[in-house]
């Protein structure tokens, strides 16, 4: 096939890969000037073609072999007739990340950068943070920035300033246009920033010889993704002692670095949930940190809640460690100390208070009202009385929450900040639940006065699940009715947790209407008892 001068590549191999017929493919391996010049073409020259579905098919090898080779033909073809020129801005990082893996060398003093902020609205020059030895370079949001350096900091040696030119670009960046020297990115910086951010951001040339200043990234970000370029000059950093030690030097020509955003628009929902950036400026309230409310305190850190205040006096026992978030290395701690050092690590986009303390103790110099929601997860009877005297001062959404034994059945009760859980005096828990639970089923642990109910943490996720998006529903909407939702498992289950129990009448929905058993069904029921329906 004639391929315009402009087009042609040297070679092309058709190669059958190690275990051919039975495990390996027919692929097709073009020579390495084809590299980032042509589109689908891996970083060692694979062509991604579609073309042996491989030995699984049942395809006799010639087949294959002759698939891969029409495929290959049809590529060419399309290639040469300039049909595949916009195949690139398909799928830009792909590109980006081959080059960026042809010239990233060893003592280069960073190799990557994490964004913890949106996208400039226009183009300017901040100040980042080195993280050494990682050589992650942090770029966004001081408090959030921080609070990721924190989380890494037992990997820590040293923190550097880096200068960042941080600039909006509205068009991805494909082999054929993103820059590639240092005079190319200067005549960016002069065409995009104004005088002072360029003369901030500018080196002068005696520093880049003698190794001083700082190092500088330009930072160019697309709606979802971004490029980094280390330029030229930086001093030279030498960490750790002996052996270990690691001296970094400054780079003499440009060098592309990957970008990978920390934000928690992109971490919680892949930007598609606009209502994570409302999420990060809520405050919850978390009242028990045990098998229910350890992993929903998680999952609202996951989602993108941005402040959480735990409140809990227990410490992690053995006990705790079947159903509990918190593992082994916790036991002996205090449940908030170990939650707050978990989420703060893991999570840096939220603000964790732990307060070890009883709630009854906690609420005499604390008010409830400045709370976008309070969630109690005790399952205790005095909990839920002293939150309703305090809210009836001091209003709040409250969400209140608890399993059955077994999670036979689990609640989630939203009430609006004017709704009261007691009514006529009455808590009305007992009645709200799915079955009449004789004593013996909460069991009492041998040598103390702990009582606790029999279930696993594998049964207890769907009560976390129900509650965690019951929270994040009040979160995000608002209680405008007060609302109990339940998730209850079948009879059938029951059955086997349990001999002679049965499930009240509200919650038998084991039927067959469609021909096919129900084990689980999530209910909507009105509040308080007396609005319910029979």
Sequence with gaps: MSLPPERRIETAELVLTRG??????????????????????????????????GPGYGWP???????????????????????????FYDEPLNYWYIWVKQAVYGDIPIRKVWTTNDRPSKSCVREGRLLLPDRIALVGDGKLVRRLAQ?????????????????????????????????ELERLLFSRLNHEDRHRFLLPEGER?????????????????????????GPHISIGSGKHRRTYKPPRSVIPLTVERLDPSWTVGR?????????????????????????VADHLAKAGVGELTLVDDDTLEPANLGRHLLGANALEQPKVEGMSNHLSRTYPAVRVKPIKQNIEDWLIDNRLDHYDLVLDLTGMEEVRRLLDRHRRRHPCPLLIAWMEPFVVAAHACLLP?????????????????????????VQQ?????TRFQSYTAVSAAYAVALVAEKALDALDKGIKQQKVYSWTRSQTYLDKAWDHLKLREWA???????????????????FPPEMMDP
Excluded at 20 to 42: N, T, W
Excluded at 164 to 179: E, F, G, Q, R
Excluded at 445 to 449: N, Q
Aim: aromatic residues 8%.
């Design 271 to 295: 930007d598609q949930h606009p209502e994570v950036y409302r999420r990060q400026q809520q405050r919850v309230l978390i009242i028990g940190l045990g098998a229910l409310g350890s992993p």
């Design 20 to 53: 051919f017929p039975e495990k390996g493919k027919a692929r097709i391996r073009l020579s390495k000037e084809a590299i980032l010049a042509l589109p689908h073409v891996e970083e060692n020259g694979w062509v991604c073609l579609n073309g042996d579905p």
């Design 445 to 449: 642990e041998p040598g103390c006065s």
């Design 508 to 526: 038998q929905r084991d039927d067959r209407g469609n021909g096919l058993p129900v084990d689980g069904t999530l209910i909507e029921r009105s």
């Design 209 to 233: 010889r003698k190794g001083r200043g700082q190092y500088r990234v330009i930072l160019l970000r697309h709606m979802e993704h971004g490029y980094a370029f280390l330029m030229p000059g």
């Design 61 to 87: 090898p010639e087949d294959r072999i002759m698939e891969t080779l029409y495929r290959f033909q049809e590529f060419i073809w399309e290639w040469g007739q300039g049909q595949l020129d916009f195949d």
């Design 417 to 441: 900040k004017d709704v009261p859980w007691i009514h006529n005096g009455k808590d009305h828990l007992e009645f709200l639940q799915a079955v009449t639970w004789p004593d013996e089923v």
């Design 151 to 183: 989380s890494r900091r037992k990997d820590i040696q040293q923190e550097v300033s880096v200068r960042i030119a941080d600039i909006p670009i509205d068009v991805p960046l494909v082999p054929s246009t993103w820059p590639k020297t240092d005079s």
